[in-house]
Protein backbone atom coordinates (compact mmCIF):
# COMPACT_ATOMS: atom_id res chain seq x y z
CA UNK A 1 0.00 0.00 0.00
CA UNK A 2 0.93 3.75 -0.78
CA UNK A 3 0.90 5.75 2.30
CA UNK A 4 2.25 8.71 4.15
CA UNK A 5 2.31 9.10 7.73
CA UNK A 6 2.44 12.37 9.32
CA UNK A 7 4.04 12.25 13.29
CA UNK A 8 5.77 14.97 15.12
CA UNK A 9 2.30 17.07 16.23
CA UNK A 10 1.05 18.35 19.68
CA UNK A 11 0.98 20.97 22.04
CA UNK A 12 3.26 23.72 22.20
CA UNK A 13 3.24 27.40 23.67
CA UNK A 14 3.54 30.63 21.53
CA UNK A 15 7.25 31.23 20.49
CA UNK A 16 7.85 27.24 20.52
CA UNK A 17 9.05 24.86 18.18
CA UNK A 18 7.67 21.81 16.85
CA UNK A 19 9.21 19.22 13.73
CA UNK A 20 6.71 17.45 11.97
CA UNK A 21 8.02 14.21 10.18
CA UNK A 22 5.81 12.00 7.04
CA UNK A 23 6.96 8.62 6.62
CA UNK A 24 6.05 7.28 3.20
CA UNK A 25 5.75 3.86 2.35
CA UNK A 26 7.03 3.29 -1.18
CA UNK A 27 10.50 3.65 -2.27
CA UNK A 28 9.13 5.96 -5.71
CA UNK A 29 8.17 8.86 -3.74
CA UNK A 30 11.69 9.73 -2.99
CA UNK A 31 11.09 11.02 -7.17
CA UNK A 32 7.82 12.89 -6.33
CA UNK A 33 7.62 17.20 -5.37
CA UNK A 34 6.38 16.85 -1.93
CA UNK A 35 4.37 19.06 0.25
CA UNK A 36 2.83 20.54 3.28
CA UNK A 37 -0.81 21.58 4.17
CA UNK A 38 -2.74 22.82 7.11
CA UNK A 39 -7.06 23.43 7.65
CA UNK A 40 -7.60 25.27 11.17
CA UNK A 41 -10.96 24.27 12.54
CA UNK A 42 -13.74 26.17 9.75
CA UNK A 43 -11.12 27.01 7.63
CA UNK A 44 -10.43 25.73 3.69
CA UNK A 45 -7.32 23.56 3.91
CA UNK A 46 -4.24 25.81 2.88
CA UNK A 47 -0.74 25.40 1.28
CA UNK A 48 2.25 26.27 3.80
CA UNK A 49 5.17 24.79 1.87
CA UNK A 50 6.56 22.56 -0.85
CA UNK A 51 9.29 21.32 -1.76
CA UNK A 52 11.23 19.90 -4.55
CA UNK A 53 12.04 16.27 -5.60
CA UNK A 54 15.97 16.81 -5.25
CA UNK A 55 15.16 19.14 -2.59
CA UNK A 56 17.20 22.26 -4.49
CA UNK A 57 14.07 24.04 -4.95
CA UNK A 58 11.59 25.72 -1.75
CA UNK A 59 8.31 27.17 -1.69
CA UNK A 60 6.19 28.47 1.28
CA UNK A 61 3.19 30.38 2.39
CA UNK A 62 3.92 34.23 3.04
CA UNK A 63 2.39 33.00 6.04
CA UNK A 64 5.20 30.95 7.52
CA UNK A 65 8.22 32.35 5.90
CA UNK A 66 11.07 32.77 7.59
CA UNK A 67 9.48 30.73 10.25
CA UNK A 68 9.25 27.21 9.07
CA UNK A 69 11.73 24.98 7.13
CA UNK A 70 10.43 22.31 4.83
CA UNK A 71 13.47 19.56 4.00
CA UNK A 72 13.23 15.97 2.73
CA UNK A 73 15.91 12.83 3.28
CA UNK A 74 15.26 10.59 0.71
CA UNK A 75 17.00 7.66 1.48
CA UNK A 76 14.69 7.85 4.46
CA UNK A 77 11.87 8.32 1.97
CA UNK A 78 10.72 10.89 4.76
CA UNK A 79 9.48 14.74 4.70
CA UNK A 80 10.18 16.79 7.07
CA UNK A 81 8.37 20.70 8.38
CA UNK A 82 10.56 22.13 10.66
CA UNK A 83 8.04 24.97 12.64
CA UNK A 84 9.39 27.75 14.74
CA UNK A 85 8.35 30.82 16.15
CA UNK A 86 4.76 29.35 16.37
CA UNK A 87 1.53 31.12 16.99
CA UNK A 88 -1.81 30.40 18.06
CA UNK A 89 -3.10 30.79 14.20
CA UNK A 90 -0.42 27.91 13.44
CA UNK A 91 -3.07 25.79 15.30
CA UNK A 92 -4.43 23.50 12.62
CA UNK A 93 -4.14 19.81 11.00
CA UNK A 94 -1.48 19.19 9.30
CA UNK A 95 -1.11 17.03 6.20
CA UNK A 96 1.59 15.71 4.47
CA UNK A 97 1.02 15.03 0.69
CA UNK A 98 3.13 14.58 -2.48
CA UNK A 99 2.46 14.18 -6.05
CA UNK A 100 3.81 12.24 -8.87
CA UNK A 101 5.56 14.61 -10.48
CA UNK A 102 9.18 16.53 -10.31
CA UNK A 103 8.32 19.75 -9.93
CA UNK A 104 6.46 21.47 -6.70
CA UNK A 105 3.16 23.32 -6.46
CA UNK A 106 1.01 25.28 -3.98
CA UNK A 107 -2.19 23.92 -5.21
CA UNK A 108 -3.63 21.35 -3.53
CA UNK A 109 -5.33 19.13 -6.57
CA UNK A 110 -2.02 18.71 -8.00
CA UNK A 111 -1.03 16.65 -5.22
CA UNK A 112 -1.93 12.82 -5.28
CA UNK A 113 -1.42 11.31 -1.97
CA UNK A 114 -2.11 12.50 1.48
CA UNK A 115 -1.28 11.63 4.73
CA UNK A 116 -4.27 11.78 7.60
CA UNK A 117 -3.08 14.50 9.12
CA UNK A 118 -1.52 15.73 12.68
CA UNK A 119 -3.03 17.98 15.11
CA UNK A 120 -0.59 20.65 15.98
CA UNK A 121 -2.40 22.98 18.67
CA UNK A 122 -0.09 26.61 19.77
CA UNK A 123 -1.19 28.02 23.13
CA UNK A 124 -1.49 31.64 23.74
Known amino acids: QVQLVESGGGLVQAGGSLRLSCAAS????????MGWFRQAPGKEREFVAA????????LYADSVKGRFIISRDNAKITLYLQMNSLKPEDTAVYYCAARSRLVISDDGTDYDYWGQGTQVTVSS
Open 26 to 33: DRTFSSYA
Open 51 to 58: VSWTGSRT
